[in-house]
């Protein structure tokens, strides 16, 4: 019954079978091996983009600073939700990479922005001179950190508002495959043509070992994404094992099937939750979900083996964050739910 995070899960065995393919012999380094031509034309197609730039790094923090900082200059804003990831789990890693973009909290109820809200916020922004900082880009987390998930409709309202004041649009998709199995959408659909200009495509929380893709789909900031990659200390030597990561992840759409997995068992969780009597923060639309429940149920719940995070809750009241993971079972819920039940 273990429901931290998606993070704390293992790594898919036809990656670790990758990972072991992938070690035999010599392969050129830095990303110059065979492997990772076969991952960026795969990414290309997933995405329906043959001119996106792609690249891997090992961690969420990078790829969403990292993509960023192209975008940015220091003396930019950036807009995202208040409680978004890039603002309230990185340690500054974004202000720290882009060289001082300010990041512009954006109020939205279940951690989303809405168009209104984001134009406020974007409005407020540039009107002193030289006195503040100036408009940079928006950002926009798939799944949100309050476990829901933006459509792609949802996201083109937000781009517009972005693309009238012309500033480009990051996609923060650490659970991006989640998203796309809530929302039954394309890749293609929830960024480049929804407005989207460059996306951290995770792959970690998904059944990976530790890799993200940067996909660019301006080739133009390319040369600058791998400068930047590099004097930030995130260009690995031996590339081909992340390479080697995604080319599984990608084959066969297992990071689909995986995700489909995990948000499954989630609904299964979220809605046996609630039959039990919790009431939900946020609606639970993926694999994530935030329930409150009676005083007392903490203490049960741990003592039964359940492992998850508390979270602030009402008064006379606990919470929880509850995270499912592609090797989440039936068998797993069904036991927390029995124990709450009880």
């Known amino acids: 019954m273990y429901f931290t995070s998606d993070n704390a899960s293992g790594a898919h065995p036809d990656i670790l079978a990758a990972l072991t393919r992938a070690n035999d012999g010599f392969a050129r380094s830095y990303g110059a091996d065979a492997i990772m031509q076969r991952v960026t034309e795969r990414v290309r197609e997933v995405f329906e983009h043959p001119d996106a730039a792609v690249y891997l790094v090992s961690t969420g923090t990078a790829a969403n600073s990292l993509a960023l900082a192209i975008y940015s200059q220091p003396w930019s804003a950036v807009f995202a939700h208040t409680d978004a990831h890039i603002a309230t789990d990185e340690c500054g890693a974004p202000e720290f990479y882009t060289s001082g973009a300010k990041l512009i909290g954006v109020p939205g109820d279940h951690g989303k922005m809405n168009p209104e809200s984001l ?114 200390g995130h260009l690995v030597s031996k590339h081909r094992y992340m390479s080697a990561q995604m080319e599984a992840y990608l084959e066969g759409d297992l990071w689909l099937r995986l995700a489909r997995q995990a948000n499954a068992t989630g609904a299964r969780l979220a809605q046996g939750v609630a039959g039990a009597g919790a009431r939900h923060q946020h609606p639970a639309q993926a694999n994530m979900m935030f329930p409150e429940w009676s005083l007392g149920t903490h203490a049960r719940l741990e003592a039964a083996g359940a492992a998850y995070y508390q979270m602030p809750a009402r008064a006379g009241f606990e919470a929880a964050r509850l995270v499912t993971s592609w090797n989440t079972t039936e068998a797993e819920v069904d036991q927390f739910l029995s124990v709450l039940r009880a």
């Not at 309050?146 to 693309?163: D, W």
């Not at 039954?184 to 893709?213: H, P, R």
């Open 119 to 232: 134009a406020q916020a974007i409005g407020r922004i540039g009107e002193v001179g030289v006195h503040g900082v100036q408009r940079g880009m928006v950002s926009i987390t798939n799944v949100t950190e309050a476990g829901t998930v933006y459509t792609p409709a949802e996201i083109a309202a937000l781009t517009a508002v972005a693309k009238s004041y012309g500033l480009p649009c990051h996609l923060d998709g650490a659970r991006f495959a989640n998203s796309l199995v809530t929302s039954n959408a394309s890749a293609a659909q929830m960024t480049w043509a929804a407005g989207i200009d460059v996306v951290s495509f995770g792959g970690t929380k998904n059944g990976c070992l530790g890799v993200e893709a940067v996909v660019i789909f301006d080739p133009a900031k390319a040369w600058e994404f791998e400068l930047r990659r590099k004097r930030a």
